[in-house]
């Protein structure tokens, strides 16, 4: 008997799958189909799959030509899978010929001819518009977006604006997409704004983006007080538009699996959180020397406050901030302590002092513990009162990270499923309070 096997991700279903696992079929007598999870599908950079599991098997059983159909999980799992089925063939379409070459002395490879003209990628992008997004700022972290956002289907960066026209052109030059120094005029060609400027013009872009009907997705922090951030969510409900804080950690995998087994009672119930993220600047950076809108806390305050709210909710009892100050009374060091009805916890982030990343989180039966950069979680163990158990997790992070919230945010603007949970309005607008509340008494103390 000649085994076969084959694997994808049959998404959106269509005639090219269809033919290929037709020819597969008959290279052999049985057929393995592997389909991948979303999972391993995001591990390896393919966002937006819009079919769950169980529908692109199911899919890809009613075909009948699958003898037996198994998931693919991991990279290296190909390798093992020809071994444990004891494979004769292995085969893909042509768009792979070569990749998978170094089966070759386990089994036959072979690369069957793809169909023209039809891939899920082209069937995701027809059923939904894409979604043309519009930068406003051209700072760092801009420069990041556009190559992450070019990683997610679904999307398009229109172009750029910037009142200082000759920032917008040298971006939309680097970038190869289109510079604006009107607004109306970019706001006209876009879906959705992006808003990668200074902290203190967030709101106003905000209000200004929903106002042209536009979705926005605005870098953190949010704004810089709770009222604007009640007033800003309100407007976006009441427009039906989306408006979508990015801090990028909220979104990624692996600070999501580490969420999910401190939630799991794993450790207990948790009592103590301590969140720290330390980055030096250059002290002639914007940063730290901006005296009204500069300093480490509303530069890296949402980063280390996120698991504080993620972990106790956001209604806390007290909050105090301690602080190392430069010079120019900006805050170099910033120890903010927090105290809830079940636990307490600390958020400490710098530009000006350097100190261990840590992410720590203790419970009555054990400590996670994840190490710099836990912000963009690839890695974590669990801790027990018998030293000798350690359990360890791993996860992928890809690029700069941002891929995974633009790709959340898609879901949540096609509403394929709510998941909001990431990070909620309540935990935005409780984040911009803490913002407020600390330059307040940073104003007092100063
Ligand atoms: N395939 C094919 N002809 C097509 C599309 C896919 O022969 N027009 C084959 C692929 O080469 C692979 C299998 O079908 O062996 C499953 O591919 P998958 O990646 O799920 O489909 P694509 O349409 O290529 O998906 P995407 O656009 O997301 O990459």
Known sequence: MVKVITYGTYDLFHEGHYRLLKRAKELGDYLIVGVTTETYDKARGKLGVVDPLMTRIENVRKTGFADEIIIEESQGQKFSDIKKYGIDIFTVGSDWTGAFDYLKDYCKVVYLERTRDISSTMLREQKRHIQRIGIIGTGRIAERFVPEAKLVSGVSTQGVYNPHKESAERFAERWQINAYDDKEEFYENIDVAYIASPHETH????????????????????????????????????????????????????????????????????????????????????????????????????????????????????????????????????????????????????????????????????????????????????????????????????????????????????????????????????????????????????
């Open 203 to 446: 709101y106003g872009y905000i209000k200004e983006a929903l106002e042209h009907g536009k979705h926005v997705i605005c870098e953190k922090p949010l704004v810089l007080e709770k009222r604007q951030a009640e007033e800003v969510f309100a407007l976006a409900k009441e427009r039906g538009l989306i408006l979508f804080e990015a801090i990028k950690t909220a979104y990624c995998p692996g600070f999501q699996k580490l969420l999910g087994i401190a939630c799991s009672g794993m450790i207990g119930s948790i009592r103590n959180v301590e969140a720290c993220f330390t980055k030096l600047e250059n002290p002639e950076s914007r940063e730290l020397t901006d005296e009204v809108y500069g300093g480490s806390f509303l530069e890296m305050g949402s980063y280390v406050m996120l698991p504080v709210f993620k972990l106790f909710g956001a209604e806390y009892e007290k909050i105090e901030f301690d602080v190392i100050r430069g010079e120019n009374g900006l805050d170099l060091f910033t120890k903010a302590s927090l105290r809830f009805p079940t636990g307490i916890a600390t958020a400490t982030c710098g530009l000006g002092v350097k100190s261990e990343g840590r992410l720590l989180i203790s419970g009555t039966k054990g400590y996670i513990v994840a190490e710099p950069p836990w912000w963009k979680t690839t890695y974590f163990e669990v801790h027990y009162e018998d030293a000798g158990r350690v359990d360890k997790y791993s996860e992928t992070f890809l690029g700069d990270g941002l891929r995974y919230e633009l790709s959340d945010f898609l879901v949540l603007l096609n509403q394929e499923e709510k998941n909001a949970f990431k990070l909620t309005r309540g935990e935005s607008i409780a984040l911009a309070e803490v913002m407020e509340e600390f330059v307040r008494r940073e104003k007092q103390g100063a």
